[in-house]
């Protein structure tokens, strides 16, 4: 799932929870007019004031999932933003450029061991032909 399709999913599911806080605040109105007019007794009224107190709760737990869903929604348009992204690019690219550098080097330091094994191994030819010359010579 792509980072759009991602938001648009959050933002679905907030728009959801956002619509059944208002069903549920409607819900917490309608009780609250009830219970004005009621003209009733106390037990009436305090079955009312319960159910009010229910659906009030019920409210807020509906409007923290949409908090959360909220932040979500927030954290993943962070992590999309554009120069955010190109920060972290820059950072990968002068790190390339510093290996590329190091690269060089390390190839620099290649070829002059390699030259120096050749001059090594010249040498080396070198003196035990020496010795061998010496050695006829001596003979």
């Avoid at 004031?49 to 954290?75: G, M, Y």
């Avoid at 120069?83 to 790190?95: D, N, P, S």
Wanted: glycine share 4%.
């Amino acid at each position: 799932m792509d980072i759009l399709e991602e938001l648009q999913e959050r933002l679905g599911e907030t728009e959801r929870r956002a619509a059944e806080v208002v069903r549920r605040l409607e819900q917490f109105d309608e009780l609250q007019k009830s219970l004005a007019k009621a003209g009733t007794g106390l037990g009436e009224a305090n079955a009312n004031i319960l159910d009010l107190a229910s659906v009030a709760r019920t409210a807020i737990e509906s409007l923290n999932c949409v908090l959360v869903e909220f932040r979500s929604a927030v954290e993943t348009l962070q992590a999309t933003d554009p120069a955010l992204i190109g920060e972290k690019l820059l950072k990968v690219e002068q790190q390339l450029d510093r290996l590329t550098k190091k690269l060089g080097v390390v190839e620099e330091l290649s070829s002059e061991i390699r030259s120096t094994r050749v001059e090594v191994e010249r040498l080396s030819q070198r003196s035990i032909f020496d010795r061998i010359f010496r050695r006829n010579r001596e003979s």
